[in-house]
């Protein structure tokens, strides 16, 4: 196992805890590690089941997919902003080619 399997398993293991004490199942936590994909967010998903204490699946579920939602935002928020800084750059230097070539 390497360095990051061992972060996601103790991220995985943390959530089951924090599950258990509630009274679900441990493979719950596999199921909702496995559709959050990222060990921070699994460990944002436990401060939730640990301040929330949830009474229901359905809440559970409701939170998880807030929370992938919100990482999928993010990381398309982020994909536009670097299409832009690529584009805005392509535009500096066609801009640049153009002037150079004005001056010969």
């Not at 590690?33 to 944002?44: E, G, M, N, T, Y």
């Amino acid at each position: 196992m390497n360095e990051q399997q061992r972060v996601w398993a103790r991220a995985r293991d943390g959530l089951a805890d924090e599950l258990n004490k509630l009274g679900y199942p441990r493979e719950l936590a596999d199921l909702l590690a496995r559709q959050l994909r990222s060990p921070r967010a699994i460990d944002r998903m436990a401060s939730y089941v640990r301040q929330a204490r949830p009474r229901s699946v359905e809440m559970l579920a409701d939170e998880m997919l807030a929370i992938t939602a919100e990482i999928d935002a993010w990381r398309d928020r982020r994909e536009s902003q670097d299409a832009q800084a690529a584009y805005n750059a392509w535009l500096f230097y066609r801009k640049t080619d153009a002037e150079e070539e004005a001056d010969e």
